[in-house]
């Protein structure tokens, strides 16, 4: 059964950061890319990022460009989102999930519990 788990989310301050973390199980994770989605409350799901199983192709939506980066570690199943230079609408739910394309939204693809991450003065 294909799990993933997120962690990392929490209250910070307008230009501040934060690291996100995902843990993925029951799949063979260096085999597949990941992507990082996020729902603003009354918003629809939005794409943010993503990566090829290699971790040699990262993708980016414009709204975060420059400001966020996606990485992964095959060895220990994880996939990362750096968030830097946070801005208020960055408020959201950030879900990881296991697409079957990560250049853009899968809204089907299975997906974690999710972290929040909240950006307010």
């Known amino acids: 059964e294909v799990q993933l788990v997120e962690s990392g989310g929490g209250l910070v301050q307008p230009g501040g950061s934060l690291r996100l973390s995902c843990v993925a199980s029951?799949?063979?994770?260096?085999?597949?890319?990941m992507s990082w989605i996020r729902q603003a409350p009354g918003k629809d799901l939005e794409w943010v990022s993503g990566i090829s199983s290699s971790g040699g192709r990262t993708y980016y939506a414009e709204s975060v460009r420059g400001r966020f980066t996606i990485s992964r570690d095959n060895a220990k199943n994880m996939v990362y989102l750096q968030l830097d230079n946070l801005k208020t609408e960055d408020t959201a739910m950030y879900y990881c999930?296991?697409?079957?394309?990560?250049?853009?939204?899968?809204?089907?693809?299975?997906r974690g519990q999710g972290t929040q991450v909240t950006v307010s003065s």
């Open positions: 029951g799949f063979m994770f260096e085999a597949n890319g």
């Open positions: 999930s296991k697409p079957a394309y990560y250049n853009k939204l899968d809204a089907g693809a299975k």
